[in-house]
């Protein structure tokens, strides 16, 4: 894989540095396949998707260092040239064009600033559990580095997680370096019917067994696991799988393998499933602690006549993350989350107005608002993007 | 620097009124315990230990030590290697030892509630008749607190493949500057706004009080295997960690040991480790038993390839046990051949480990200083532990120039001064070696953002830009002295 070597950090830095002086703020942008992503807002574009390459990977370290915009796809083609891949298994939205046409342009920047993690996260860690180092354009314009290449570290604040999630509201991403994990030799998965209660039960107690599982969803009454290992080790652990299931849930069937596997995991990642693509309802995103009880009962309650009768959960991570569809109101499901230790998200299909997060407690706010004004004295990047004020 | 006896009156006066007169300590004989943490090199007595015991006095503790402007440094169970925990002169010790309690354990989402006083084993130890344990294993364990992990991004010999403090705790509630209670992270995978717990964690008590915290359990692997393998150059050793990774293995553990260490350890643990080695690798793998049966396959192949001249592989929990003892006992085995040792904690890439050593000897030459190196091998970090004898005139100077040679190598060649212990008091100079004046300015506002007057453990950790002018060890990028418009004093 040729990934085209291309350093535009001093033009970047140019741009910031005028936009200081002519106090413009900046719409910090890499593949556009996140646009959706976070509240909206006005300003001048400042694009990275041409600031691209390697600029150093030796497998053996597991850390590869890449400019921010460079395609995921062709970072992680690269890596399975090497065996190796992104633990966090970074989700590729599509970027669609005004003719309607897809693109896989998801950029390494984007992945990180968004800090949204795909299948492989309940098990193999987030992006932020991943990342070893950043080099940023800073609040004043000046290129830093916080972290390094090395698994420990510990010098100075940890700056580098802190850019994870912050939605480029804290800086630019101008190079990220990523810890890496060997690529599995084989994928198998296995399926079996099940309630979402049944689900739920069925991944509570896999969290103590010892299989190497690195993927589940619940969808439409069936149970997804992706396991990963050799050959051998796969027809022993699929063996386990159903005396255990056997053992402990003798209502449900035995686990059976599944051969669309590769491109069913793809569509869970990239959101190109159809419980993704196929609705017109809000999506929204729960974030709980993995244990909590299905609650199927916020559709039952606003269901509406002329509402497909679609499935309207799916489950990933062990139950710790759930996508919903529903027309609820915002704050009923803010609440519901709240209320089960966890929060919500608003991913897809909201208004204009609508906020993506859920409000932080106004204590937590005013220290968010003080590191805002730290890192971004001239509050240049990404204003308002991930709150109102921010 | 000192409080002046108005203030200091008026503090000692607010403070008895928080917590009783037993857990307020004043005098020299009961402050002398404090006046240092695990590297005793350093010394100072602060004006007062208070030992509150519950969040309420925490937050009145900081609010009265805030309206007067009085430094307040955070300990633990007081064992980091870094003189993070140093007293302040003019400053209190806000001692955590009582709050040592394990709240709850849940054992559906795999989390346990722990107090910050609470010793690292005592979790796992508390967690065990679940199945579970809690994976950081600073080689403090036994001593260290919880908190003080969480302030230092404790690592241990489990960290390649189980990362360090960061990627196993999920929450904790800390007391900002004014006395406000808050709670970072949650108990999902992650939280709304930014990553605050991230940026705690390691952040050396300057930021935030920690009061409670959320850990991650792991179910305890089924099976562990051990294996030793001897080399006749350091460089084949260091090799053989690549070629380990090479094969797509992450070793539970990898650690490695020069023939100084070797020597020492045997002569301590008599781990029966060969004494004619250059150097050994001990490789822990675990997991399931057929993964482990695969792996051990593969491990054994690759270290004979990669010259290993003789393989013991341990299966048994004693033989297991009895060649770590030898790398566990390294320190206290090394304490015996010399009045003094310092160890240093720099991490660097793996490839450079050769390299590293090689330097390390010649250092160890030029200052006429023994040296013996154990080590994380798979991680990068190193633990150079060098002889001295303090009571000789001027030894410890010469060990503290050594050590500094050391991290600022670790740095030229891509790493990092510290890997595990932190900056605290130690390693503050080193730090205008690895990080620009921007860089350095940034550490400091971000600092500003939680703390504007610097009253948490002020000093350490991140140098003044003045310091590091005064030093002449600025950070210098492609033989560019960065920013030439700030003054350099």
Not at chain 1, 183 to 206: C, E, I
Request: net charge negative; proline share 5%.
């Amino acid at each position: 894989m040729k990934i085209k070597d291309n350093d535009i950090s001093t033009s970047l830095q140019q741009q910031v540095k005028s936009a200081i002086n002519d106090k413009k703020s900046l719409c910090i942008q890499g593949g556009k396949s996140k646009l959706f992503f976070g509240n909206r807002f006005d300003a001048e574009l400042l694009d990275l998707s041409q600031h691209t390459g390697i600029i150093s990977y030796e497998p053996t370290e597991l850390c590869i260092t890449v400019r921010a915009g460079t395609k995921l796809s062709e970072l992680e083609a690269l890596l399975a040239e090497n065996n190796q891949i992104l633990p966090f298994e970074p989700p590729h939205y599509l970027f669609t064009d005004k003719d309607g046409t897809t693109h896989n342009t998801a950029t390494i920047g984007g992945a990180i600033a968004t800090g949204i993690s795909g299948p492989r996260r309940a098990y193999t860690g987030s992006a932020r559990d991943a990342i070893l180092g950043v080099e940023i354009i800073n609040g004043d314009g000046e290129i830093v580095s916080f972290g390094g290449q090395v698994m420990k570290n510990v010098a100075g604040y940890d700056l580098s997680r802190l850019m994870v999630r912050s939605q480029g509201t804290l800086g630019i991403l101008l190079s990220v370096s990523i810890k890496l994990l060997p690529k599995p030799a084989n994928d198998l998965t296995l399926s079996f019917d099940a309630t979402q209660d049944q689900a739920l039960a069925v991944f509570q107690a896999l969290r103590v067994q010892q299989l190497p599982i690195t993927a589940s969803v619940w969808y439409n009454n069936t149970v997804s696991l992706r396991l990963s290992a050799s050959e051998l080790i796969l027809k022993t652990s699929h063996t386990r799988l159903n005396t255990f299931l056997n053992d402990k849930f003798p209502a449900l069937s035995s686990a059976k393998a599944d051969n669309k596997s590769t491109s069913f995991w793809q569509e869970i990642r990239d959101h190109t499933h159809p419980f993704f693509t196929l609705t017109d309802k809000p999506v929204w995103r729960l974030s709980l602690p993995p244990a909590t009880q299905s609650i199927s009962q916020i559709d039952d309650a606003i269901a509406q006549k002329g509402d497909a009768p679609e499935p309207s959960q799916l489950i990933e991570w062990g139950g710790a993350q759930r996508w919903i569809h529903s027309r609820t109101p915002a704050n009923i499901i803010h609440n519901l989350a709240q209320s089960h230790g966890g929060y919500a998200s608003f991913f897809y299909n909201k208004g204009a107005d609508d906020e993506t997060f859920p409000a932080l407690a106004p204590e937590l706010f005013k220290i968010h608002q003080q590191l805002k004004r730290k890192m971004d004295p001239h509050g240049i990047f990404n204003p308002n993007k991930m709150y109102q004020g921010l | 620097m000192h409080l002046d006896s108005n203030t200091q009156n008026t503090l000692l006066d607010q403070l008895s009124q928080i917590v009783s007169s037993e857990y307020l300590l004043t005098t020299t004989e009961a402050l002398t315990p404090y006046e240092c943490d695990g590297l005793s090199a350093y010394q100072r007595l602060p004006v007062a230990v208070v030992l509150p015991d519950n969040i309420e006095q925490v937050q009145k503790i900081v609010q009265a030590c805030s309206n007067l402007k009085v430094p307040i440094v955070a300990r633990g169970a007081g064992t980091g290697l870094s003189g993070g925990a140093l007293p302040h002169e003019g400053g209190i010790i806000l001692g955590l030892s009582r709050f040592n309690k394990i709240l709850s354990i849940d054992t559906n989402n795999l989390t346990a509630v722990v107090q910050p006083g609470v010793r690292n084993l005592a979790i796992t130890e508390a967690a065990r008749p679940y199945g579970l344990y809690y994976a950081p294993d600073p080689s403090s364990q036994i001593a260290c607190s919880i908190g003080g992990n969480v302030a230092e991004n404790a690592g241990g010999v489990h960290c390649l493949k189980y990362g360090l403090t960061v990627q196993n705790i999920q929450q904790i509630k800390i007391v900002t500057i004014n006395g406000t209670l808050l709670t970072l992270g949650s108990e999902t995978f992650d939280t709304p706004g930014y990553d605050l717990l991230a940026l705690m964690t390691g952040s050396e008590g300057m930021l935030g009080i920690i009061v409670e915290i959320v850990v991650k359990l792991l179910p305890k692997p089924h099976a562990v295997k051990v294996l030793m393998a001897s080399f006749d150059k350091v460089e084949e050793a260091g090799n053989a960690v690549a070629d380990i990774i090479a094969e797509g293995i992450i070793p539970a553990g990898l650690e490695m040991m020069d023939k100084p260490a070797i020597h020492a350890a045997e002569a301590f643990a008599k781990a029966n480790y060969p004494l004619d080695a250059a150097a050994i690798l001990l490789c822990e793998l675990d997991g399931d038993e057929d993964q482990l049966e695969e792996q051990v396959i593969v491990v054994e192949k690759t270290l004979k390839k990669a010259k290993a001249n003789n393989i013991v592989i341990a299966t048994s929990a004693e033989e297991q046990a009895k060649l770590w003892a030898g790398r566990k006992s390294a320190f206290p085995a090394v304490g015996r051949l010399s009045p003094d040792y310092y160890c240093m904690d720099g991490t660097i890439p793996r490839k450079q480990i050769a390299h590293v050593l090689q330097k390390i000897s010649e250092f160890s030459d030029h200052h006429g200083l023994l040296v013996a190196n154990v080590f994380h091998a798979g991680d990068g970090n190193l633990h150079p532990l060098i002889l001295y004898d303090a009571n000789k005139e001027g030894e410890l100077k010469t060990a503290e120039r050594f050590g500094a040679d050391i991290l600022e190598l670790c740095v030229e060649v891509g790493g990092t001064i510290t890997g595990e212990h932190g900056v605290g008091h130690e390693k503050i100079d080193q730090m205008c070696v690895q990080f620009s004046p921007a860089e350095l300015t940034q550490f400091f506002a971000v600092k500003s953002a939680f703390d504007p007057d610097s009253l948490l453990n002020p000093g350490k950790a991140i140098p003044t830009l003045h310091r590091c002018a005064e030093l002449g060890a600025m950070h210098v990028h492609n033989g560019e002295l960065p920013h030439p418009e700030i003054p350099r004093f």
